[in-house]
């Protein structure tokens, strides 16, 4: 079982920026996909974005393609979601969970999640 922690959300100003990390425990991290979803109140759990175990695959929901980045970095056991050009639609708490493939992007096909991180975006 891998253990989530969320960090690095804030209060921004639309158009600005700010970077997620999720550090997890145990020496299975790098045989994960790992996955970001977020959930505005009264709203659905949604995906956000995916990386393969080995970074060399991501996929993006089409609301922020061209704006967030997903990367990881195995040996520090962390994955990243770096936001830029930020709406106040993007507004939710931000999850991390463990996957088996990147080209996942249901909740229900990831396993282990974080207690989230707060994003607030001001227009």
């Known amino acids: 079982q891998v253990q989530l922690v969320e960090s690095g959300g804030g209060l921004v100003q639309a158009g600005g920026s700010l970077r997620l990390s999720c550090a997890a425990s145990g020496r299975t991290f790098r045989t994960y996909a790992m996955g970001w979803f977020r959930q505005a109140p009264g709203k659905e759990r949604e995906f956000v974005a995916v990386?393969?175990?080995?970074?060399?695959?991501?996929n993006y929901a089409d609301s922020v393609k061209g704006r967030f980045t997903i990367s990881r970095d195995n040996a520090k056991n962390t994955v990243y979601l770096q936001m830029n050009s930020l709406k106040p639609e993007d507004t939710a708490v931000y999850y991390c969970?463990?996957?088996?493939?990147?080209?996942?992007?249901?909740?229900?096909?990831?396993?282990?999640w974080g207690q989230g991180t707060q994003v607030t975006v001001s227009s």
């Open positions: 990386i393969s175990w080995s970074g060399g695959n991501t």
């Open positions: 969970a463990t996957g088996s493939s990147s080209y996942q992007s249901k909740p229900a096909d990831f396993g282990s």
